[in-house]
């Protein structure tokens, strides 16, 4: 989860995601077949970076500057490998209301979801998945961190980093997605160039932000509203949660920093968008 206020830092962006997001119900178009690798989710192959030195993993934190007034949404769907009791005991680790929110809205957003949250909420997942306002990307499986020291998260092992994220695209597919982007956050948002070692070669890119919400935990959806609005720039990646139990004023963030933001041009974009429009500037 994300504290209210702390800046993303170089190598380890800030909180631990302890929240998720949920969807509202309706019909959606039967998905196309599930895509034979996690980079390869489609006929159409989205928009990568390319490899760092080495075959490294590439991080991409915002888009140019330059390419006019977007800014990408984007809402991790957390879940760690022992909340399952949590959640069915009645905790609530999905937020309908902020999807609803978005779609009445017409926004676009990319949902980073990890792969215990799409086994607890397969629906959903499948109902995000088919929806094209939205595109699902890797958040991990269990949600351990990929670093030691981040944020009170339990560590995933190096030799089991590749795995985790593999697992995550088969409980994606499972749940019903029918086309996981190739895209990873890691937990916490925290990384080092072990933790990109270990996921070369998988073809994803890893996705930070350069707008921190602070919707975590937070009770003032003005104070968050104010930190959004504050921060955005053209091309910038917004980090939120969306939950009702870790992260409840985030519906009322998005009521009032979407018309707001819209007033002042900017036009609403999912990632993929962006790491287009950064794949292309020269």
Not at 144 to 162: E, I, N, S, W
Not at 173 to 202: E, K, N, T
């Amino acid at each position: 989860m994300i504290p209210r206020v702390r800046r993303i830092t170089a190598l380890c962006a800030l909180a631990a995601a302890l929240t998720a997001c949920g969807t509202a119900s309706g019909d959606r178009p039967a998905p196309a077949a599930s895509p034979s690798s996690p980079a390869s989710p489609s006929s159409t192959r989205p928009p990568v970076l390319a490899p760092g030195p080495g075959g490294l993993t590439p991080v991409f934190e915002h888009g140019p500057r330059d390419r006019g007034k977007t800014v990408a949404l984007t809402f991790d769907a957390d879940m760690t490998a022992d909340q399952g009791p949590r959640a069915a005991s009645g905790e609530h680790f999905d937020n309908p209301a902020l999807i609803g929110a978005l779609r009445a809205l017409k926004v676009p957003a990319t949902v980073f979801m990890t792969g215990q949250w799409a086994d607890q909420y397969p629906a959903e997942a499948r109902d995000l998945g088919r929806d094209p306002r939205f595109e699902v990307a890797n958040h991990s499986w269990s949600h351990y961190a990929f670093t030691a020291d981040c944020y009170g998260l339990p560590t995933v092992d190096a030799g089991r980093m590749r795995e985790d994220v593999q697992r995550a695209y088969t409980s994606l597919r499972a749940a019903g997605v029918p086309h996981p982007m190739p895209y990873f956050r890691f937990p916490g948002g925290c990384y080092d160039q072990r933790a990109l070692r270990a996921l070369s070669g998988l073809g994803v890119t890893a996705v930070q932000w350069d707008v921190v919400s602070g919707d975590a935990f937070a009770t003032d959806a003005d104070a968050v509203v104010k930190q959004v609005l504050d921060g955005v720039k053209p091309g910038s990646v917004v980090v939120m949660h969306c939950t009702r139990s870790a992260a409840p004023t985030t519906e009322r963030v998005v009521r009032t920093v979407v018309p707001e933001l819209r007033k002042r041009g900017y036009r609403f974009v999912k990632v993929s968008e962006l790491i287009g429009q950064a794949g292309t500037a020269r």
